[in-house]
């Protein structure tokens, strides 16, 4: 089970869970199981399909370079952040 | 120094002269600036005289009408780009602001901000061309500080702009806005930290709007061929996002466009985004000629992203004993004229330096009437570990704790988890500490009255992203080594020298090239201190592949099964005793079906973070405000060092630039909105003589993500210095700065503060 942290400006979707704990093998699987408990967070994580433009995912504390492919363990953390850019 | 028991290397961590040293030393190396094709037209940018206002109307006929003059473009010439955005490497672009920023479209949004572009025969006729081009402003008025520009009632640049609060807008209203983003993250019981805090402080901190103070100019040639194809000369950091962002402006496909490379004279984050192609290739597509376009210093500081100003609250909790139990940060950076700011980053970095048990953030984008900014070494990071590390000092100062021992007592490391979430891996926080603590510079004695010491701490990500790396294997035994990474600091030599201990050969038999974007494969920006480490990764997997094809030819050559035949030690072994160096190996190519090529790619790594924490010792001339640095010590955590002299040389010309962010650089305006300093006459970078020799400490953490244990290093240097200099400032004269630059007028003001209320 993944354990999802849940941005600060969303826990009004999750009844103010922090984090919440969902299935899944992939980011993507896991927002749509967060969906299915917590409607409207999909909608806030993502849009047409992909994850929201300025938003970078990281799961177990690295960047997740396959976005809302990347594969999740049992175990995994996933975050949601704001997308680095640097000089 | 070095933390892990350090793997023998024979390239790594010598220090072979650069390849491209000759070339640059000698003046043959070409920039931008040297290109000279037949036909070359000269290209003039028309700039708004206002900071903030609606363009009524533009006549250009007067300026089409002057002998000499070939076209004339304004935004019409710049295909419209509707309501979408753009994945360019590092992030999502919006496509109508990025092309509103190259050539205005119903309004200025800042003083310098491109209105129209003359090509002509010469620059001089181009610039009589822009004198005639007739714009009528409907002048409003402008915003130009980021508290004042997130008042309800102030102006609003942009009526496209919404708040995003993660992908949703705040349910007071739907009305454009300046605040173009919030970012919140929280860790822990806050209040709960604050209750349990026996000292809690809480202060303010401004930064000025600083610009990264590259020495060459922004420049483009564009040569729009009959067939459709645009090929592209110049200056960035990112030949494939400067395809891709002149391909997407001018809605051709991105294989029709090729950025070729020139020299950079310098970058800093500064030469990411594009001004000038559009625009030369628009003046291309005209006239059917290529077209040159160069900025002047006062348009590069007028009309290219520097790095916000920021308004910056932090509230910190310690207990009697030095612990810190809890962090309250409030954030707003300037975002220029369309939003962007690296507030992301700066709400992930002001607290990333220790384990704060409790803590929350806050952080806001804000458009105000100034050019778009953009990233400058390690965006966000240098604002917000200003005002966090001058807290840290002043809590120290209050309890009568060493600032180093607080350090080593809270700083981060491994298994800590950060307040935006994610837990450290394997990082030299504190290693970087210690190497200060320990160093004979923090143990030695100041020499005289007015003098103060001070040390701060900085963070920086560090990414991955993606490179690719073409190596060819001479029948000499030479190496050709193609990259996509353009090189702003050296890093050629250190991708040839990863490329060189891989196959056991030196870093002279390795010839680095950057390439133009038909000739390598895709490859991100040189930024984010990724090149040596995710273009280092592409040159291994290149070496490597080499080696599996030695491999077999040395097989072929030995009539013996490839798997009997291993590489190893720069060379090929087999059964019995068979030994073929790579030299002797590359010889016998014609024999066993000519060329091996090596590719290599990096797309999944990331990068650890990475640590700096500097030393500075300064004198204040209490009659003058005057800040003299008399020494400098930075340790940083580095990874393995793979040419010391290119780390050492990031590592001080880091420090170098937040020293000037620190004593002097800012954009001065004038309330209209104009910059009044925007020459390197009155925008004083520090020179040779203002600054010490910056000794250097390489704390060498590898980290575990690369083979050779790189980390990045470019950006994490100019964190640290605003807040160790106004610290050692404390120290000397007794006032503590919350205010960049720490100009003499601001220092003088705080003294006389001081006086007064003695």
Not at chain 1, 60 to 75: C, F, K
Not at chain 2, 664 to 673: A, R, S
């Amino acid at each position: 089970m993944a354990r999802v942290f849940i941005p600060a400006q969303i826990r009004d979707l999750t009844d103010g869970q922090e984090v919440v704990v969902v299935n899944g093998t992939t980011v993507r699987e896991v927002i749509e199981a967060l969906e299915s408990i917590h409607p409207g967070t999909r909608e806030r994580l993502c849009r047409d399909g992909q994850l929201r433009p300025g938003l970078m995912i990281a799961v177990d504390s690295s960047v997740a370079s396959s976005g809302l492919r990347t594969p999740i363990n049992r175990d995994s953390e996933v975050h949601f952040l704001p997308a680095i850019g640097g000089g | 120094m070095s933390t892990n028991g350090k793997p023998k290397y024979k390239v790594i961590g010598t220090r072979p002269i650069r390849h491209d040293g000759v070339d640059k030393v000698t003046g043959r190396a070409k920039y931008g600036a040297d290109i000279r094709l037949s036909g070359l037209l000269h290209g003039i940018v028309l700039r708004s005289p206002h900071a903030h206002a609606r363009i009524v109307r533009i006549d250009t006929s007067r300026a089409e009408a002057l002998p000499g003059v070939r076209a004339v473009v304004t935004a019409a010439d710049i295909p419209p780009q509707g309501d979408r955005m753009v994945e360019l490497g590092e992030g999502a672009v919006n496509m109508r602001h990025l092309s509103a920023n190259v050539l205005a479209h119903d309004k200025v949004l800042y003083k310098g901000h491109a209105v129209a572009a003359v090509a002509a025969d010469n620059v001089h006729i181009a610039e009589d061309a822009c004198k005639l081009i007739d714009v009528e402003y409907e002048v409003l008025e402008p915003v130009l500080d980021v508290l004042k520009a997130m008042l309800p009632d102030a102006p609003v640049l942009n009526d496209d702009v919404r708040t995003d609060v993660m992908g949703g807008s705040p349910a007071a209203s739907d009305r454009p806005t300046n605040v173009a983003r919030q970012i919140i993250f929280t860790k822990g019981d806050v209040q709960a930290g604050f209750a349990t805090a026996d000292v809690v402080l809480e202060r303010e901190f401004r930064t000025g709007t600083v610009h990264q103070g590259y020495i060459e100019p922004h420049n483009a040639t564009a040569m729009w061929n009959a067939n459709g194809k645009v090929t592209v000369w110049m200056s960035t950091q990112g030949i494939f996002t400067a395809r891709q962002q002149t391909a997407e402006l001018m809605r051709i496909p991105v294989a029709d466009v090729k950025v070729v490379p020139m020299e950079i004279g310098g970058g800093f984050g500064g030469k990411v985004s594009v001004y000038l192609p559009p625009v030369a290739a628009a003046l291309s597509k005209k006239t059917g000629r290529p077209v040159k376009v160069i900025m002047d210093r006062s348009a590069v500081f007028e009309a290219t992203g520097p790095t916000p100003a920021s308004y910056i609250k932090i509230k910190l909790g310690v207990t009697r004993d030095g612990m810190i139990t809890a962090g309250d940060a409030y954030l707003a950076y300037e975002a220029g004229a369309f939003p962007g700011s690296p507030i992301g980053p700066g709400c992930m970095c002001v607290f990333s330096c220790y384990d704060f048990p409790n803590a929350r953030v806050e952080g806001y984008d804000v458009c105000v009437n100034k050019p778009r900014s953009n990233a400058y070494r390690a965006p966000g990071s240098t604002n917000a570990a200003f005002a966090i590390e001058t807290v840290v000092d002043e809590v120290c100062q209050q309890l009568g704790i060493d600032p180093a021992d607080f350090r080593l007592k809270n700083g981060a490391k491994e298994g800590v988890r950060r307040v935006d979430g994610p837990v450290y891996a394997r990082i030299g926080m504190l290693e970087t500490v210690e190497a200060i603590k320990e160093s004979e510079h923090y143990q030695s004695k100041l020499a005289g009255p007015n003098q103060g010491r001070g040390i701060a701490s900085g963070y920086w990500f560090n990414i991955g992203l993606k490179s690719a790396v073409t190596a060819t294997v001479g029948y000499d035994g030479s190496v050709t080594l193609i990259e996509g990474s353009t090189d702003i600091g050296g890093s050629r030599t250190s991708i040839a020298m990863q490329l060189a201990e891989t196959l056991g050969i030196t870093a002279e038999q390795v010839t680095p090239s950057v390439v133009d974007t038909d000739s390598v494969g895709y490859t991100d920006v040189t930024g984010g201190s990724r090149v040596t480490f995710a273009t280092g990764i592409a040159a291994i997997e290149a070496a490597r592949d080499i080696q599996r094809q030695l491999v077999i030819r040395a097989a072929e050559l030995w009539e013996v099964d490839p798997s009997t035949v291993t590489y190893v030690d720069g060379g090929v072994s087999g059964p019995d005793g068979k030994r073929m160096t790579f030299v002797e190996l590359a010889h016998k190519l014609p024999e066993t079906g000519g060329p091996v090529i090596g590719n290599g790619t990096s797309g999944k790594a990331t990068q650890a973070g990475a640590f700096g924490t500097h030393c500075v010792d300064v004198e204040v001339d209490p009659e003058t405000g005057k800040v003299q640095v008399l020494r400098y010590t930075v340790a940083q955590d580095v990874g393995t060092a793979i040419h010391p002299s290119y780390v050492e040389g990031q590592l001080q010309g880091g420090a170098v630039q937040g020293i000037g962010w620190a004593l002097n650089e800012e954009y001065w305006y004038d309330d209209k909105g104009s910059m009044r300093n925007a020459t390197y006459l009155d925008y004083r970078i520090p020179t040779c003589y203002d600054v010490p020799m910056i000794d250097t400490i390489l704390v060498e953490v590898p980290d575990p993500q690369h083979p050779y244990g790189v980390r990045g290093v470019g950006e994490v240097p100019i964190c640290p210095p605003p807040a160790a200099i106004a610290n050692a400032i404390a120290a000397a004269a007794g006032v503590r700065m919350k205010q960049l630059p720490m100009s003499p007028p601001r220092i003088m003001s705080a003294i006389w503060e001081r006086d007064a209320a003695k």
